[in-house]
């Protein structure tokens, strides 16, 4: 089946960096754009970039400019999310997700939770 | 950036009646809008896009509808599964955005 998995849970501390990946399966992993979007505890969806795995070319929300990087590996199926600087503002859940040639996102990841403290 | 606003932030309803759920862009977003439903603890479910088409699997008690910058999610004869946060988001042009999510009680 279709599905998005990402990788465990990160701690960093404030300054530093942090990459989080998503490895796709089920479908044709250069068919799908994939984005990131962010929840902070309790707070809404947050839109942080999106990437086309065919070709690899990136939109970041301005917020995020300077700080993110999406890169997308075709031969693993694989879409990574880097942010560097981090701040304890950035302490969230991470998801990738799919999107749908119809519109939306329809495949989310689990979520990857990363927390900033020192 | 195309500013979604969700109203009301909060609504309580019993079982079995119906909700409506509101969605406004700051812009024209055509018909480029989906709305999401996210369980505690779950990731978000795509529940409808094109603003009035439901996504696999999703039950026919959702639905849809609105164009430009007026939209609207009606869940009608609600179940406890619904009770969840709801957010609409814009697909139009970038960046995409989120409304701040509707909190459903039951």
């Known amino acids: 089946q279709v599905q998005l998995v990402q990788s465990g849970a990160e701690v960093q501390k404030p300054g530093a960096s942090v990459k989080v990946s998503c490895k796709a399966s089920g479908y044709l992993f250069t068919n799908n754009y994939l984005h990131w979007v962010r929840q902070a505890p309790g707070q809404g969806l947050e839109w942080m970039g999106i990437i086309n795995p065919s070709g690899g070319s990136t939109q970041y929300a301005q917020k995020f400019q300077g700080r993110i990087t999406i890169t997308s590996v075709t031969s693993t199926g694989t879409v990574n999310m880097e942010l560097s600087s981090l701040r304890s503002e950035d302490t969230a859940v991470y998801y990738c997700?799919?999107?749908?040639?119809?519109?939306?996102?329809?495949?989310w990841g689990q979520g990857t939770t990363v927390t900033v403290s020192s | 950036e195309i500013v979604m606003t969700q109203s009301p932030a909060s609504l309580s309803v019993s079982p079995g009646a119906r909700a409506t759920l509101s969605c406004r862009a700051s812009q024209s977003i055509s018909s480029n809008l989906a709305w999401y439903r996210q369980k505690p603890g779950q990731a978000p479910r795509l529940l409808i896009y094109?603003?009035?088409t439901r996504a696999t699997g999703v039950p026919a008690r959702f639905s849809g509808s609105g164009s430009g910058t007026e939209f609207t999610l009606t869940i009608s004869s609600l179940q406890s599964e619904d009770l969840a946060l709801y957010y609409c988001q814009q697909y139009n042009d970038w960046p995409y955005t989120f409304g701040q999510g509707t909190k459903l009680d039951i």
């Open positions: 997700a799919r999107t749908s040639s119809r519109g939306g996102m329809d495949v």
């Open positions: 094109g603003a009035s």
